[in-house]
């Protein structure tokens, strides 16, 4: 492994104050709270499954295990590479670090992407399930959720570990009483998971579900938020890894279990899915109204721990000079009294609540080709890994290297290409802007773009 950057707590001229840096006070246990509350269930079952259920029908299952199983190969290759360069960067730390700048700074687009995007779509979905105590417009409802959770992620990050961990519990409840409740009212055979069906008539092919492997990535996608909390956390080189395969293990099982009990519970058609009505039809109308509430609360909890990995992305670009010199300063601000990116979190959390009013059925399809796009980025990124420059005895290195990168390559290339038109265009649209801002701007400035990777 090369050596690291000088820390960012290292005084530049003698005598100067010692920039804050970001604090290492957080382990396996506390990482994999806020990286579960990221992936289930909020931002998955409760809010993104049911418009998956209307495009695959009992197919949503299928694709969601196969969306599983390929991250098991993404995960390998976010756990190397989140152990060679710790950075609150994540993915285009690691890219720029092992590649060049420029696919690092394509890459930090397509996080930006997801990470403006993703917390306005979850947030709007609180609305629904307040439904059975307040009829909210959905708009305001996420632009509220928004805004709170803002408040809470400039809190010190350990702290909102355990309230994480709190939401969280209350969400395994949910799914739990959802998962029961699906199973023991079954009506459909298990055989409808595997011979994919709309209507119990209308046939769903294996393309469509391949196609809508993109949104079932998207579902199961927060396990990679460990590799932007490396900077806060003790021995990288050892909790980076373990927390992302323990989140995608655990995430699995939580998201694809009620999959499985709304599929075969459900009496209707699938292409309509109300989980709300379908406890209250199956329980009676309080449980549904106390499991509606607990779903609002997972949709929170998603939000604030969405604010907190966002603003971790945002912070490391001004640290690492992406933006005119103001800019930088401000971004790379940490608050003395709880150690937050202050400014950063402030940036991200109030440009989300602004999106809430933005029609994001135009931008979900976009999500999930940045998504497949991000992924792809860093698979190609850990087959270059392993040159002498990056090697050390600190880095976990996963099994089956170069099958494993190579197979989950060419599964992404292949549902990339199965995306509309329109998404990719969109796409490739905000790429070509951000790679004029590259050659207008970055390009010629080595002073700019300088990647940060702070020691253990």
């Known amino acids: 492994m090369p050596p690291n950057p000088a820390p960012a707590d290292t005084a530049t001229t003698t005598g100067s104050p010692k920039p804050r840096t970001l604090t290492r006070s957080i382990g396996v246990a506390g990482g994999t709270l806020l990286t579960l509350s990221c992936v289930t269930p909020a931002s998955s079952l409760f809010v993104l499954v049911p418009p998956l259920f209307a495009d695959l029908g009992t197919g949503t299952a299928l694709a969601i295990a196969l969306a599983v199983l390929l991250c098991v190969g993404i995960a390998f290759c976010y756990s190397e590479l989140g152990t060679l360069v710790p950075s609150a960067g994540g993915e285009y730390a690691m890219v720029t670090t092992v590649l060049n700048r420029f696919a690092g700074w394509i890459t930090f687009v397509l996080s930006f992407i997801v990470i403006l995007v993703v917390p306005p779509i979850i947030a709007i979905g609180v609305a629904d399930y307040l439904a059975p105590i307040v009829h909210l417009d959905p708009s305001v409802a996420g632009a ?50 595997v011979r994919p069906s709309l209507d119990g008539v209308s046939g769903v092919g294996l393309v ?118 103001p800019v930088n300063r401000a971004l790379s601000v940490v608050g003395a009294r709880f150690g937050s990116p202050w400014v950063a979190t402030l940036v991200v959390g109030l440009s989300e609540a602004v999106l809430c009013f933005v029609p994001v059925d135009t931008l979900s399809g976009v999500t999930g080709v940045a998504v497949v796009a991000l992924y792809l980025a860093i698979a190609i990124t850990v087959l270059a890994a392993r040159r002498p420059a990056h090697r050390g005895p600190r880095v976990w290195r996963m099994p089956g290297w170069p099958v494993v990168p190579v197979v989950v390559v060419l599964a992404l290339a292949y549902v990339l290409v199965e995306q509309t038109a329109l998404d990719l265009g969109i796409t490739a649209a905000v790429l070509v802007v951000s790679g004029a801002y590259w050659f207008c701007y970055l390009r010629r400035r080595t002073d700019r773009w300088l990647i940060t990777v702070p020691g253990d």
Do not use: K
Request: hydrophobic share 60%; net charge neutral; aromatic share 6%.
């Open 144 to 193: 509220a959720v928004m805004l709170a959770s803002t408040v809470l992620g400039l809190a010190n990050l350990r702290s909102n570990a355990w309230l994480t961990g709190v939401f969280l519990a209350i969400e395994i409840v949910a799914v739990v009483v959802v998962s029961v409740l699906g199973f023991a009212h079954a009506g459909r055979s298990p055989v409808v998971l």
């Open 208 to 325: 469509a579900v391949i196609a809508g492997l993109a949104v079932a990535l998207f579902v199961v996608q927060g396990f990679s938020t460990a590799v932007y909390l490396a900077e806060e956390m003790r021995e990288p080189h050892r909790t980076v890894s373990r927390t992302v395969l323990w989140t995608l293990g655990i995430s699995g099982l939580v998201i694809l279990v009620p999959v499985v009990a709304l599929t075969l519970g459900d009496p209707g058609s699938l292409t309509d899915v109300d989980i709300t009505a379908l406890v209250v039809g199956w329980s009676g109308s309080t449980l549904g109204t106390v499991i509606s509430l607990c779903i609002a609360a997972a949709i929170v909890n998603a939000v604030i721990v969405m604010v907190i990995q966002n603003s971790r992305v945002l912070y490391a670009s001004g640290r690492d000079r992406a933006w005119p010199d």
